[in-house]
């Protein structure tokens, strides 16, 4: 229990701190120290980062950093984007998803250190 507790700490100080993250730390703990299967654990870090969202835009909200229009017009986006991304799941194989993570973290990277 203290382990579970102690993932979803630092996923939510991750989060908190560069408001995301949360799923890059959930997926590999749970597959790799909980033994979740792939699937299994990108869908429950996406509940699980829930509750950390909320909390962080209440604290975002009261520093007023939020732009509010260009948060509603790509949530819209994300909520189209959330249901294919839920339903390609279960159509694409966990290696080929494993890769597909890794190449996105690598590119992420070298954005930030690059550009």
Do not use: D
């Not at 382990?3 to 700490?9: A, R, S, Y």
């Not at 799941?89 to 992420?108: A, G």
């Amino acid at each position: 229990m203290i382990v579970k507790i102690l993932i979803g700490f630092l996923a939510g100080i991750i989060s908190g701190l560069f408001a995301s993250g949360g799923g890059l730390i959930l997926v590999p703990a749970y597959v790799y120290i909980i033994k979740m299967s792939e699937e299994r654990a990108r869908a429950t870090s996406i509940l699980s980062i829930l509750p950390m969202v909320i909390v962080s835009s209440v604290f975002y909200f009261k520093f007023n950093n939020i732009n509010w229009t260009l948060a509603i017009i790509c949530s819209f986006g994300g909520i189209i984007g959330g249901a294919i991304g839920a339903k390609l799941l279960k159509k694409i194989s966990p290696k080929i998803l494993k890769l597909m993570f890794i190449i996105f973290l690598v590119y992420s990277a070298i954005r930030l250190l690059f550009f």
